[in-house]
């Protein structure tokens, strides 16, 4: 037998929700997204409130993975992850990324470009470090790949940006220390050691023009 609407009103603790009540008695609580076309004295029926109840549910996740995505971009693993400890089943989870996506706001491409284009501004370092980070992240070989192809610096372009940032604090260290400090953290960095050798000897004669010509790498005793 269909309920009437006999009230509508905002929650205290959450303005975008309010409570429906039905025949005088508290029914449920919706988003006013989705309560928005409803209004008091209007009848609902067991079909229309169940579909009320599932359209809240989807309104609710799709806004938790907005707050989640508001404070910096996430992979589609991320959000996934962020979604399903929340207690969200995996039917909602998939909808709510396949929404995201929909709306252009879940990008695994785009994401994987914003992060290689951010390391290489701020930490630069190898292909192969960029590959393991953006794994952890979630993301599969293609677009990982892809991704790399478009914004990645080749590798000694890389080395040199990171040498070259990390080399002011070592600017008052002799050649040895200089090069084992620097080296150990271009290693780190995923660097093999022929590719930041080169850098390493480049970077210390800009730094020292008046050093002489054998204090290189390959001449370091």
């Known amino acids: 037998m269909p309920a009437k609407i006999t009230a509508i009103e ?22 006013k997204i989705v309560a928005a076309w409803l209004k008091v004295g209007q009848e609902l029926d067991e079909a229309r409130i169940a579909s009320l109840k599932a359209e809240d549910e989807r309104e609710t996740a799709y806004q938790k993975a ?45 994401f994987a470009r914003l992060w290689i284009e951010n390391r290489g501004a ?6 192969a470090a960029l ?3 953006l794994r952890k992240k979630g993301l599969d070989e293609q677009a990982i790949q892809s991704a790399l192809e478009a914004e990645a610096e080749d590798e000694e372009q890389l080395v040199r ?24 953290f271009l290693a780190r960095r995923g660097f093999s050691y022929t590719t930041f050798a ?3 000897s480049e970077i210390w004669r800009e730094m020292h023009p008046m050093a002489e010509s054998g204090d ?6």
């Open 10 to 31: 905002p929650q205290q603790k959450n303005p975008q929700r309010v409570n429906i009540y039905l025949d005088g008695e508290f029914a449920f609580g919706l988003a």
């Open 66 to 110: 907005l707050r989640f995505l508001s404070y910096r971009p996430r992979s589609s693993a991320e959000v996934r992850r962020n979604l399903t400890r929340r207690g969200l089943a995996a039917d909602l989870v998939e909808a709510t990324i396949a929404r995201l996506q929909e709306n252009g706001l879940l990008d695994d491409g785009q």
């Open 122 to 127: 701020f930490r630069p370092r190898s292909h």
């Open 131 to 133: 590959k393991m980070e």
């Open 161 to 184: 940006l990171a040498a070259r940032k990390q080399a002011r604090r070592y600017a008052g260290l002799e050649w040895p220390e200089f090069r084992r400090k620097l080296g150990a």
């Open 198 to 200: 080169p850098a390493l």
């Open 216 to 221: 290189t790498l390959n001449n370091e005793e």
